[in-house]
């Protein structure tokens, strides 16, 4: 495989999204010949991942071969309980968010990333856009998650305002704690 075919393939799988066609020639500074050429090497590649190309947008894909077993695995892992580091990241998000997983790291005090995983893949969490930070997204609750709770909005969740408040608050002091231990060493 070429070293484009390579980048591309490299480039979706570390995203974990789909790109455009546009957004890869300006990432990888080619043009859309040399990208063609390497989307149609990394097309012709046979393995567990394969790329799928609607002509506008790239994404990798578990190949069908695989598709049932990926599934059966699926299945099972969404009837197991999100357990404590679920629930939490889960809280942080409906009380707090939509919030980055740095920020959901500094609420919780370890790394969620494999916890936000799941939460996206069992629907109960969706990555969204930053505004204020184009490298990084927001983690919000999806509206399976908050009709599962029986509410229509986070607004409506049991002491909403106090909770907020409170988690509000609580950040804040931990916050400048942190600032304060800083500043004495």
């Known amino acids: 495989m070429n070293d484009l075919a390579t980048r591309i393939e490299a480039l979706l799988f570390a995203l974990g999204r789909p790109l455009s066609r546009i957004e890869l020639e300006k990432m990888l500074s080619t043009t859309a010949q040399d990208l063609q050429l390497a989307i149609a090497e990394l097309s012709a590649k046979t393995g567990g991942i394969v790329l799928m190309d609607d002509g506008k947008v790239l994404e990798l894909r578990t190949a069908p071969l695989a598709a049932e077993v990926v599934e059966t695995v699926r299945r099972e892992e969404y009837n197991r309980?999100?357990?404590?580091?679920?629930l939490e990241?889960?809280?942080?998000v409906l009380y707090r968010g939509p919030l980055t997983r740095a920020e959901i790291d500094f609420i919780r005090g370890v790394n969620s990333s494999q916890t936000l995983r799941t939460l996206t893949m069992r629907g109960l969490l969706r990555r969204i856009p930053n505004p204020k930070d184009e490298r990084s997204y927001l983690f919000e609750p999806t509206t399976e998650v908050l009709a599962t709770l029986?509410?229509?909005?986070?607004s409506e969740l049991?002491?909403?305002?106090s909770v907020k408040e409170k988690l509000t608050a609580l950040e804040a002091a931990y916050r400048a704690k942190e600032n304060e231990e800083k500043e004495s060493s």
């Open 81 to 86: 309980d999100i357990g404590k580091a679920g």
């Open 89 to 92: 990241a889960l809280s942080a």
């Open 150 to 154: 029986g509410v229509s909005r986070v």
């Open 158 to 161: 049991p002491e909403y305002e």
